[in-house]
């Protein structure tokens, strides 16, 4: 009996464990498609007028505001052309840098409406990828920082916190398929604590590292069973519990060393009664199990 019931652990422990998705997906970088300005740069058709522009040497600008002291300033449109490709912005110039509201629209299809201070965005702000992604919320000195909200094209969604344009800090990432991931992020990866839901019903909850399962967690199954204990790059290894909540079967357990998500070295069996048999597994095979 012992060994049919182990033998069907060994599956129930690998199905499930290895499906978690990279949980901060691709990030397509930050916004910089709209004005990334970094030089001062001769205005088109005016002698003496600079705007805060960019490094490209194949960038073209024209203004159609005013020039006051030698910089662009006040209401009006910059047009910045390069290799055939236009963007177009539309907003308030202060001696030659964007301040406050901007209304883009940028190269390869890309887009802002928001808030700039000193020729930066900072502030709140919208900013949709060429891709389809959309970005909205805070900014600061032109990287998307604070709290907002990314949504894929695809529908995938992540909303949280941005440091860097990366995610960093808390945030839940939503794929379109029901998966989802809630926690924490460092440098636009997943580590620290978190929970991840699959969309079959199955959880885990604990330590992440890397956007791997690492540390000390808890993986409930849909199917009826849980497992506690340590993991490492996605797999269970070291020690934990492994607990079944299937009928006929619930509160049985196998308390012991885990290798690869298999049963390996020494452990023990618990009967709900609390009956207790030490058994040995090698690579998920019983070695000792009485008959």
Known sequence: MLKTVWGLLAVLVIVGVFAMRTASSVIEGNPTAVASYHQWVRLGGRTNCFVWGSVD???????????ISGKAHGEGVLVETRRGDSARIKGTLKKGKF????DAAGFDGASFVGEYRNGLKNG????????????????????????GVLIFAEGHRYDGA??????????RMTWNDGDQYAGQYKDGVVNGLGTYFFADGDRYDGDFKNDAK?????FHSADGYTY?????????????????????????????????????????????????VALQAHEGEWVNCPA
């Open 57 to 67: 040497s194949t960038a073209r600008y024209s203004w159609s505001g005013a020039c």
């Open 99 to 102: 301040h406050g509201h901007v």
């Open 124 to 147: 709140h702000g919208i900013f949709t990828f060429p891709s389809g992604n959309r970005y909205e919320g805070e900014f600061k000195d032109g990287n998307m920082n604070g709290q």
């Open 162 to 171: 941005w440091k860097n344009g990366k995610q960093h800090g808390r945030g």
């Open 214 to 218: 690492h540390g000390t967690g808890t």
């Open 228 to 276: 506690e204990g340590d993991w490492q790059n996605d797999q269970i290894a070291g020690r934990g519990t492994f607990t079944w909540r299937t009928a006929g079967w619930e509160g049985h357990q196998w308390k012991g060393e885990f290798v690869d998500s298999k049963q390996h070295g020494d452990g023990t069996w618990i009967s709900p009664d609390g009956q207790k």
